[in-house]
């Protein structure tokens, strides 16, 4: 048979038999200064506790995640004034699941989106593009000269006439492909940010703006009001459909992933907590682990 290693160690079982000139500098400074290091510690835990609570905060930046060593990213900062709208934005693209966008209920779904976006704080409102945008125009050559407009027409009011001017300004224009998908089932909202809210000069909180973005567009429109019935990135099955991409899109749904987290770390304290008590049946030894 095998020599069975056993423990040199002895155990014991009495404090007043424990040598405690035993082991080396750092053990002796925690076992002989016990009380003395438990109060340290839990003075520490607690001051750091506050910290996290009070002055921790997510503070997500689209400057900071991009490469800013970069030399096209460098002329981009060195002329952000002038490039206003390409730096952080949103695209919001609505889709018409059972017909094309020149549906006048597309167009007047599609029209509430931009006045919901229009009015965010934090949109950078000079710069935004869609449809409903007087700033997205046509323009072409004639005899008299140049001659254009808004695409969509000033006296719009979803008759067969407006219809067929607005499809005539979209081909003037150039923007299928772009604002307006090639097989006219789909628009895009382009949707610049800014660094800062107008009205309180704070950062934008990604996250509420992302929780805008759902309940306000997503739950109204695409589950028709329902927020209850559908899960977080599931699709509904309606008329119009809702798709969004952007960094603060991203950034909220990361934070939404990290609130999650974190609330399960907690189910996991506790169930640990609980699953040692009911070994050690000891309130003392159970808070020591």
Same mark, same amino acid.
């Given at each position: 048979?095998?020599?069975?290693?056993?423990? +040199?160690?002895?155990?014991?079982?009495?404090?007043?038999?424990?040598?405690?000139?035993?082991?080396?500098?750092?053990?002796?400074?925690?076992?002989?200064?016990?009380?003395?290091?438990? %109060?340290? /510690?839990?003075? !520490? +835990?607690?001051?750091?506790?506050?910290?996290?609570?009070?002055?921790?905060?997510?503070?997500?930046?689209?400057?900071?995640?991009?490469?800013?060593?970069?030399? =096209?990213?460098?002329?981009?900062?060195?002329?952000?004034?002038?490039?206003?709208?390409?730096?952080?934005?949103?695209? %919001?693209?609505?889709?018409?699941?059972?017909?094309?966008?020149?549906?006048?209920?597309?167009?007047?779904?599609?029209?509430?989106?931009?006045?919901?976006?229009?009015?965010?704080?934090?949109?950078?409102?000079?710069?935004?593009?869609?449809?409903?945008?007087?700033? %997205?125009?046509?323009?072409? %050559?004639?005899?008299?000269?140049?001659?254009?407009?808004?695409?969509?027409?000033?006296?719009?009011?979803?008759?067969?006439? #407006?219809?067929?001017?607005?499809?005539?300004?979209?081909?003037?224009?150039?923007?299928?492909?772009?604002?307006?998908?090639?097989?006219?089932?789909?628009?895009?909202?382009?949707?610049?940010?800014?660094?800062?809210?107008?009205?309180?000069?704070?950062?934008?909180? =990604?996250?509420?703006?992302?929780? /805008?973005?759902? +309940?306000?567009?997503? #739950?109204?429109?695409?589950?028709?009001?329902?927020?209850?019935?559908?899960?977080?990135?599931?699709?509904?099955?309606?008329? =119009?459909?809702?798709?969004?991409?952007?960094?603060?899109?991203?950034?909220? #749904?990361?934070? #939404?992933?990290?609130?999650? !987290? /974190?609330?399960?770390?907690?189910?996991?304290?506790? +169930?640990?907590?609980?699953?040692?008590?009911? =070994?050690?049946?000891?309130?003392?030894?159970?808070?020591?682990?």
């Amino acid at each position: 048979m095998g020599n069975i290693k056993q423990d +040199t160690m002895p155990v014991i079982r009495d404090l007043r038999d424990f040598d405690r000139c035993s082991g080396n500098r750092l053990e002796r400074l925690v076992f002989n200064y016990r009380p003395l290091f438990m %109060v340290l /510690m839990t003075l !520490v +835990t607690l001051v750091l506790g506050y910290m996290a609570v009070t002055r921790l905060e997510l503070r997500p930046s689209f400057e900071k995640m991009i490469p800013q060593s970069q030399p =096209y990213i460098k002329n981009f900062l060195e002329n952000r004034q002038s490039l206003r709208g390409l730096g952080n934005s949103v695209r %919001v693209v609505v889709e018409n699941t059972q017909g094309d966008i020149f549906d006048p209920h597309y167009l007047e779904v599609l029209k509430q989106v931009n006045d919901q976006l229009f009015l965010t704080e934090g949109v950078d409102r000079a710069w935004m593009k869609s449809l409903w945008s007087p700033g %997205v125009r046509w323009t072409e %050559v004639t005899v008299q000269g140049f001659q254009g407009g808004p695409v969509m027409p000033d006296t719009y009011k979803g008759s067969p006439s #407006d219809i067929e001017q607005l499809r005539q300004n979209i081909s003037r224009a150039g923007i299928v492909g772009s604002l307006v998908a090639s097989d006219f089932k789909s628009t895009m909202l382009i949707v610049p940010l800014l660094d800062k809210a107008t009205a309180t000069g704070q950062r934008i909180d =990604y996250h509420a703006f992302s929780q /805008m973005l759902e +309940t306000q567009l997503r #739950d109204k429109i695409e589950f028709a009001g329902d927020s209850a019935t559908h899960k977080a990135g599931e699709e509904g099955k309606g008329h =119009y459909k809702i798709r969004v991409i952007g960094f603060a899109k991203l950034m909220g #749904d990361l934070i #939404d992933g990290l609130i999650q !987290v /974190m609330m399960f770390f907690g189910l996991a304290v506790v +169930t640990s907590l609980l699953i040692i008590y009911c =070994y050690t049946r000891c309130v003392r030894s159970t808070l020591l682990v």
